[in-house]
């Protein structure tokens, strides 16, 4: 099932278009990098798609060199479904 997505959904989900499926987790600064969003405003908007089950949380990440990078976000296939298919407006 798509959710309908709020503008500020999509802007925070745009920062995963050009991820892969292999890896795709982001900090928050790097969401807000991508998505031109306020780094506040994201870590609100990214746990409530975490909550909606569009995206989901990891801790103990690393880097490709393999040293340690934290935790992140990554969209799931559900917020992937959601963003492609323009989701419409909603609460």
């Not at 991508?34 to 103990?60: D, I, T």
């Not at 990078?69 to 419409?88: D, N, P, W």
């Amino acid at each position: 099932m798509t959710r309908k997505l709020t503008e500020l959904d999509r802007q925070a989900l745009s920062a995963f278009e050009e991820t892969g499926d292999d890896f795709g987790y982001l900090s928050f600064g790097a969401i807000a990098e991508r998505s031109g969003m306020e780094r506040g405003r994201v870590r609100r908007q990214v746990r409530r798609l975490a909550r909606l089950g569009l995206a989901q949380f990891k801790s103990g990440l690393f880097t490709e060199d393999g040293a340690p990078y934290g935790s992140g976000y990554a969209i799931t296939t559900e917020g992937r479904a959601a963003l492609t298919s323009g989701g419409g407006d909603g609460q």
